[in-house]
């Protein structure tokens, strides 16, 4: 229980108390414990009974006392911060990534930096040099400029998303072949003869790397012409839509796209039924992530989900187990699943199907 005496004494010293800054000896009193309890439940070191825990938090709430952050991190030689370094968060893959790593590391007591490198390499090393300026204990790299020369020096824990960084970085990705795999097939097994894939051509775009060459094995095992267009990451929408206006100009008889990312698919979607393309009778579409702001503003795209939540959870753990100094797999790959919503016929249908169970 609370020393009400000893609230009263503190609270009669009101004013003072505004003036000067609180300090452990006043938690203490309050709570009725010593400093180094104190310390102990701040810094969430040695065991303590639940009681004495809530006894020196209602403590500091009373008093509003607030841990002195610079402090702890002398003391503790750590910063208790993170850094979050992606290519862009208005793509809706990497803003629903940013938002469940951010959720994860706070679920962990971290606090997190995120830093959006809008596609440019200077910017992504600039952040860089300032995440570790300010003494991160660890980074998530989900950008693409993996060829940067800190990341060879970088002397400290990371974590990689779908990126190939290091030899001993740990990477965590879904499984990009085996999604492309299963996009290229529903087309074929759908009757689809002229399937173009569409991804972006950064050479450190290791995931969409992985769906190209899946596509090309799957469509040569099919002895089907296997056509690819493709943009860089960072292309500008009117320059993206133009390039897949040419797309339909130049392959009129097009009846299936393989899209690597959903943004383009509901872009090419939008485009061929301007058109006057029947999707699916015509054209059959998927796309690839399966985000939730693509899949509530385009609910009818088929398309590959990838565990973007699984994904967060995972890269978090490893980048806490790494931190602790404990081993770690190098590289973690995770199932994805087909949603063949309604894009895509139905499977023995030559008519526009809806299907929007996932298939495994």
Sequence with gaps: MINHVIIKKILHKGRNL?????????????????????????????????????????????????????AQQLHTQRTNLIGILVPSVANPFFGELTMYLEDALFQRGYKVLISDALNQTAKEERYLSQLMGH?????????????LEEYQHANLPIVAIDRFLRADIP?????????????????????????????????????????????????????????????AFDCPPAE???????????????????ASNDLDAARLLSLARARGY???????????????????????LATIIQPIEQMATYAVKLLADR??????????????????????????????????????
Aim: hydrophobic share 40%.
């Design 18 to 70: 505004i003036m000067k800054k609180l300090k452990l000896e006043d938690v203490a009193a309050l709570a009725g414990v010593s400093k180094t309890t104190v310390s102990r439940v701040i810094n969430r070191r040695g065991s303590l009974s639940q009681k004495t825990i809530d006894k020196v938090e209602a403590a500091m709430a009373q008093l509003n006392y607030h841990p002195n952050v610079i």
């Design 135 to 147: 003494q991160v204990d660890g980074l998530i790299i989900a950008t693409h400029n993996n060829k």
């Design 171 to 231: 990477v965590v990705a879904s499984d990009n072949y085996a999604g492309a795999k299963l996009a290229t097939e529903a087309l074929i097994q759908r009757g689809c003869q002229h399937i173009i894939h569409t991804y972006t051509t950064n050479p450190s775009n290791w995931h969409d790397n992985q769906r190209e060459k899946a596509f090309q094995a799957v469509m040569a095992d099919h002895h089907l012409p296997a056509i690819t267009y493709t943009t």
């Design 278 to 300: 029947r999707v699916p009778a015509d054209l059959q579409i998927i796309g690839y992530d399966g985000a939730q702001a693509t899949q509530e503003l385009v609910p009818e």
């Design 323 to 360: 931190m602790a100094g404990e081993f770690t797999p190098t590289s973690t790959v995770l199932p994805v699943n087909l949603k063949t919503g309604q894009t895509l016929k139905t499977l023995g249908s030559s008519s526009t199907g809806t299907d929007e169970l996932l298939e495994e």
């Design 240 to 258: 993206r839509t133009a390039r897949f206006e040419r797309l339909f100009d130049e392959h009129p008889a097009v009846d299936g796209i393989f």
